[in-house]
Every structure is written in C-alpha cells, then in structure tokens.
C-alpha cells in the first residue's frame, strides 16, 4: 500500500475551534493576546473574530485635527475598524466630538447583534445619526447619548427599533416626557435609565414604566409632585436619585416616594432638596422599610419628626448622610441613636447645632457606629 499523507494544517480546524484556544488566552496580559494574531493571516483572522469590544474614545477628533488633506481620516479610521471587527458586542466612541451623523451608518459593516453603543459627550451626533442607530443595531441593551443633540423624535426612533435596551442615558440631552414616554412604552426590560439636568423631563413620561425598572438618575431634574409619583410607580425602583429639587416648581412633591410604590427602594439620594418636609420624610420612612442608604445632606427643612420617623422606621438602614443639614441638632442625634440599629455609617459634616457632648454620647451608645466627617454622594449599585 502507498503511503497516504494524514497531515493536517491550521487551515483545515474550523474557526470555533480556534476562537476556543483564543478565548483561553483571557487570562494573559493584553500584550500577550495582541500578539497572538502576529503568528498568521489565520490566526490574525480568528484574533478579530474573538474581539467582542472596541473602545476609541477621542481619536477622531485628534485624526480631525492632525489631518492635511480634504480627505476625512477619521471617518476612514471607522470603517476599517468595524470591517476588521465584525464580531463586537460593545462599541465606545464618547468623547469623539468630531464624530458625525454620518459616521453611524459604517455600523452596517458589524457582523453580529451590536449590545452596547456609547456615545457620551458626542456633541454633533443629533436625530438622524441615531436613526442610523436604530436601523443597524435592533439588538441593542445598552446605548449612552449623553450631551448629544438628540431629541424627543430620536429617542422614540430608537426605542421603536431597540425594544431590548436595558440601560439608557439621555444626561444633558434636549428630551422631554414625550420622548421618555415612548421609551417607557417600547422598552419593557429597561432597568437603568439616566436623566440627570434633563431640563424637559417633569417626570410624567415614566407613567406606565415597568416593573423591571430598578434605577433612575434624575439629579437637577424639573420634576413635579406627579411626576415623582409616576417614576416610582412601576414598583420596582431600588435605586433613585432625585438630588438638587431646588427647582421643583410645585412644592414639596417627594412624598410620593411614600406613596407604597417604593417599598423595594434601598438607596434614596435627596441630597440638596431643599423644599423636603417633615411630612414627606415620614411617608417615605414608614412606606419604604428596604431603605439601606438615605442622602438628606443640605436638606434644610427637616426637624425633629422627621428625624424621628426615620429612626423608628428605618430598621434595615445603614448609611445616612446629614451632613449640612439645619435641622439636625442634639435631640435628632439622640432619636438615631435610639433607632436605626442597623446603621454603621453616618456622614455628618458641619451640624453646627450638634453639640460635643451630644457627639460623644452617640459615639458611647453606638460604637460600632462610623461618624465621617464629610458630604459624600450615595453609591450606586452595579449591574
């Protein structure tokens, strides 16, 4: 019998295979895995395929502004990148305040479902680049538009095609109700949605949210009393941040956190709400009892009672920040003491109606208790 030749070359494994032995390769440096493509065309192929995130950040405002020619290098830059990554999960290009409209429609080039697009502080990036979006990408989850120029027609563009989006952030974007209203009626897995000095929203767009619905940031928002009502309405808010209502138009409005709605609330940021009440703390210290962490730092309108609704409420609350705040003075610091027996830390910076001995006894009752002598913000959970 002839000899018969059973070689086998790297060309004949499929690429599976090989994307298995890449993948492996996780644990190593990243100067280790960029060089596993210089080994051959083959293995440079499977080494794009493996790719799943691709962050360029500013590189196309430095291209922009280095180029010499009529020619847009930036624009080039994108598309060769996206034609060599087919395979990207997650695609970053905040901060690229040269990038266009235009540039969106190179997404075409993606192989597979793109789930995170951020483009945070893309300052040209308007309407029409994010129906380029919706268009190329229906599977996204994640999407940041921060201080973009989107507008109410562009955010229900998107929520019409993205009916996945889990994650949003429209911060310092030109958005209404309309537009939120839309994403609450489109989007019914949305869990994390950012609204922070969006000047538009009262909050009314959230009506009808859905239960999935577990934080919102609406720092220096204008929301009203009913709006307020309407984000917590879904039941399912764990993290909210309504921070700096300074500008509520319409009184107090918060104690429609209280309203029953908010009982699986566990971290409640109310930092610089001035217009708070007695009355709207007790609502929200008797209706919300999953409470952990609770910011009133330079709430100016809170006395006694409240004080003492949080203390005899607020039985699984363990971060509390009073710093700056008028109204909290011996007898307020005495009811926490009496209370709040889970708590281990409290942010307390200059209660200048604090006494030292009311200080020192609180620090002899609760030892295991940490005073900081600072104005922190509240933490929010990750995903």
């Not at 493509?37 to 192929?45: A, D, I, N, V, Y």
Request: glycine content about 8%; hydrophobic content about 35%; overall charge positive.
């Amino acid at each position: 019998m002839g000899n018969l030749d059973h070689s086998t070359s790297i060309m004949d494994l499929p690429d599976d295979c090989l994307l298995h032995v890449f993948n492996s390769f996780e644990g190593l440096q990243n100067r280790d895995r960029e060089s596993f493509g210089l080994t051959c065309r083959r293995w440079l192929q499977i080494q794009n395929i493996g790719r799943k995130s691709l962050h360029i950040h500013s590189s196309f405002t430095l291209l922009r502004f280095q180029a010499k020619t009529d020619d847009d290098p930036s624009f080039e830059l994108l598309r060769k990148l996206l034609k060599r990554f087919r395979c990207l999960n997650s695609l970053c290009l905040s901060s690229s305040t040269e990038l266009e409209d235009s540039y969106l429609t190179q997404l075409e080039f993606l192989g597979s479902p793109l789930k995170t697009l951020k483009l945070d502080c893309c300052f040209k990036i308007t309407d029409k680049g994010l129906s380029f979006v919706a268009a190329q990408c229906a599977s996204l989850t994640r999407v940041g538009l921060s201080h973009s120029k989107i507008t109410d027609v562009g955010l229900e563009t998107l929520a019409k095609s993205c009916r996945s989006l889990q994650v949003v952030n429209l911060s310092y974007c030109a958005v209404t109700d309309i537009g939120i209203g839309s994403l609450m009626k489109e989007c019914r897995q949305l869990r994390h949605v950012m609204i922070t000095y969006c000047k538009g929203i009262t909050g009314t767009g959230f009506r009808g949210c859905s239960a999935t619905l577990s934080i919102i940031e609406a720092d220096s928002c204008m929301l009203e009393p009913e709006g307020i009502s309407e984000i917590v309405s879904g039941g399912g808010l764990e993290y909210l941040d309504v921070s700096s209502l300074s500008w509520c138009r319409l009184g107090d409005g918060l104690g429609g956190i209280g309203s029953g709605f908010a009982s699986r609330l566990r971290v409640l940021n109310l930092r610089m709400c001035h217009l708070a009440t007695n009355e709207s703390i007790i609502a929200i210290a008797k209706h919300c009892p999953a409470l952990q962490e609770w910011s009133l730092a330079r709430c100016r309108g809170i006395s006694l009672s409240g004080w003492k609704a949080i203390a005899l409420h607020c039985h699984k609350l363990e971060v509390l920040h009073v710093s700056h705040c008028r109204g909290f003075r011996d007898d307020g610091l005495q009811a926490i003491r009496e209370g709040c027996k889970q708590l281990s830390i409290l942010y307390m910076l200059r209660c200048s109606h604090v006494s030292s001995l009311a200080l020192e006894l609180f620090k002899l009752h609760r030892q295991k208790v940490q005073i900081k002598e600072e104005d922190s913000l509240c933490k929010l959970p990750r995903h």
